[in-house]
């Protein structure tokens, strides 16, 4: 079990869910390919019935079962053609009626038999010329090639929830049912700082004994994907006052609406991001998450004049930075969950973890459906990260993992092509 200090991820997913609710909101979009990949906001109803009567399913003759008597062959007199958009009009007893694939069925007739059972097969030849037709019906069943008002949808069906992902087939449902606009959720307007004395500011060389900075970049690319919107990326160094104020100016120059930082959370010496919680104007808690890697956390506001913004802060290894920002601050923004399935590992030998961790391990899902891991566990191996398409979770309890072992696994974008 995680020890007494640790909290599970799940808890501070939910925490962290809790604070940006505060933040998010909701915009009216039209309902165009614009929208696609955006997330619903509020539920949407059905404004008609779809379809909106009863309408032909195939190119045929519309038709009263009571006039076919069951009969294997018969012919009837032929009265106007409906084309899809007509009025339906009537049927009158004892013909047919030419109708094309979704027009809508004349009152009195009560199937359709396709063109391809008449006597000629097609339409404007032999029999029409006389303006009769001879079918020859494979089925009177009443409803036969008929669909039906309200079929699919009916009107006041919820067709949108909230938290739905607006896919190309939902868009269409959605203007199918008479639906203009759509309320989605605002992208979250996101300060990303890297903190640390070591890493390079963009553009910059990094100096002796420095790094460049991956976690800036990464971090403003996952939450893009996420659905948010970063208005600023920087880098500051170990100096609480110049976090403090380098986030203030930007806010100040940007309407933010959540602050993400790398680095700071730690157990050191130079912990930035826990000095500059111990100051005036900045409220934070540092849980440790029962997860490897990313268990060190941040997370609370910087406190403004006339609110309180939003603030999560992760670790500084780039791989444990990334895995926060994808198990943490991607469901708490509200992005579509990823695809989650059980499966088993091909492993060489046996792998070590952390009982007491819920241990996120980098991995490849294979052609056959069994899941290598890619790399090892550090966290400083971010290219076994980008070589990744999954991450392999092994629960709180286990210390050794086997050959043929079946695990949940999360599946994220990238890995070799």
Do not use: K
Request: aromatic share 2%.
């Amino acid at each position: 079990m995680a020890g007494a200090d640790r909290i599970p991820l799940a808890d501070h997913v939910a925490d962290a869910t809790a604070l940006l609710a505060l933040a998010r909101r909701g915009e009216v979009a039209l309902l165009d390919e614009s929208a696609v990949g955006r997330v619903a906001a509020a539920q949407a109803r059905a404004g008609v019935d779809v379809p909106g009567h009863d309408n032909s399913q195939m190119d045929g003759y519309a038709v009263a079962g009571v006039d076919l008597a069951g009969a294997g062959t018969v012919t009837l007199p032929l009265g106007p053609t409906i084309a899809a958009g007509d009025l339906p009009g009537e049927l009158a007893a004892g013909t047919a009626r030419p109708i094309m694939t979704g027009a809508p069925i004349p009152a009195g007739a009560d199937l359709v038999i396709p063109v391809e059972e008449s006597e000629s097969g097609r339409f404007g030849a032999g029999d029409d010329a006389a303006r009769v037709v001879t079918l020859t019906a494979q089925s009177t069943v009443p409803g036969r090639f008929l669909r039906r008002r309200g079929s699919d949808t009916h009107r006041g069906d919820t067709i949108l929830r909230a938290g739905q992902v607006l896919t190309p087939a939902r868009i269409a449902h959605l203007a199918a049912c008479g639906v203009a606009d759509v309320e989605i959720e605002a992208p979250l307007r996101v300060i990303v700082l890297s903190t640390g004395s070591e890493v390079a500011s963009r553009g910059a060389t990094p100096i002796a004994g420095g790094v460049f900075d991956a976690n800036g970049p990464g971090l403003a690319a996952a939450l893009r994907a996420a659905g948010a919107e970063v208005i600023h990326r920087g880098a500051v160094p170990d100096d609480a006052a110049a976090l403090v104020g380098s986030l203030r100016e930007q806010v100040a120059t940007h309407d933010a609406d959540l602050i993400v930082t790398s680095g700071g959370v730690s157990a050191g010496a130079f912990e930035v991001v826990r000095h500059a919680a111990a100051g005036d104007g900045v409220t934070m808690t540092f849980p440790s998450v029962a997860m490897q890697p990313g268990g060190p956390q941040g997370i609370g506001t910087l406190d403004l004049a006339d609110r309180r913004l939003p603030w999560l802060a992760f670790p500084g290894n780039p791989v444990s930075a990334l895995l926060s920002c994808e198990l943490i601050a991607r469901p708490a923004l509200g992005a579509p969950p990823r695809r989650r399935l059980r499966l088993p590992l091909q492993l060489e030998a046996a792998e070590a973890s952390p009982s007491a961790l819920e241990q996120y391990r980098r991995a490849r899902v294979l052609p056959s459906g069994r899941v290598r891991l890619v790399g090892g566990a550090s966290s400083h191996l971010i290219g076994g990260l980008a070589a990744a398409d999954a991450l392999v979770t092994i629960p709180v309890g286990v210390d050794t993992v086997r050959d043929g072992d079946i695990l949940e696994t999360l599946l994220i974008p990238g890995g070799d092509s």
